[in-house]
């Protein structure tokens, strides 16, 4: 439905036309997928591998995008996009030098500038890895804001980003796998970095408990 159509050339009036003629009630969330597959879109460079990742990335979030709407309207969500089932989570297993971090800051760029009050907190191995993530999510923003997309940040630390798009306001956390500094953190999307080389014990004592929460 939203993808198989040209993302660039999608507005609130194509929504509306397609959902007067199939007969449907337009959900809010309709207008954020299609917004957030027009901003990812807006980056032509993007590989096969990427476009793949990125695709999957915004299945997982479905229920970040529709929200309360999600529940009640999950087979039509479905129907629409094409998905028998609907899976919260994605893992990106590759070699090195297919873009996936790229990929994943460029999504999480995206979001921060389509999604409504979200929370997005990336865990990095290291906090050399978590200032480099950091700044490459902060490129991806300025190449958006290149695209006229208009938006302000406030950045407390080089750990937190808050983007604020007229009165939403999306946050960014970029934290290194420290349990003292990242115990509490709350968020909407986690992403873990190199997972893989994420201490066992940190997952249990700050990760698992995350995913307990309902909107998470």
């Not at 992403?191 to 080389?197: F, G, H, R, W, Y």
Request: net charge neutral; hydrophobic share 45%; with cysteine.
């Amino acid at each position: 439905w939203a993808h198989r159509l040209d993302a660039n050339k999608r507005d609130r009036l194509d929504l509306e036309f397609e959902a007067e003629l199939a007969d449907q009630v337009l959900l809010e969330g309709d207008f954020v997928l299609a917004e957030l597959r027009r901003v990812i879109y807006l980056q032509p460079k993007l590989n096969k591998h990427q476009i793949l990742f990125l695709e999957i990335f915004i299945q997982a979030n479905l229920m970040n995008i529709y929200k309360a709407d999600y529940k009640t309207n999950e087979i039509r969500i479905k129907i629409q996009n094409d998905l028998q089932d609907v899976y919260p989570f994605a893992l990106v297993c590759c070699a090195r030098r297919w873009g996936k971090t790229f990929a994943t800051a460029w999504f999480v760029a995206c979001a921060l500038m389509t999604l409504t009050n979200i929370v997005i907190t990336v865990f990095s191995p290291a906090q050399r890895q978590s200032h480099y993530f950091m700044k490459v999510v902060k490129q991806c923003l300025s190449v958006l804001e290149a695209n006229g997309l208009s938006y302000t940040t406030r950045e407390n630390n080089t750990q937190l980003l808050e983007v604020v798009r007229g009165r939403n306001m999306n946050v960014l956390n970029a934290l290194p796998c420290n349990e003292n500094t990242t115990r509490g953190v709350s968020a909407n999307i986690i992403i873990c970095e190199e997972a893989a080389a994420l201490p066992p014990k940190f997952m249990g004592t700050n990760i698992f408990p995350l995913l307990t929460v309902s909107d998470t």
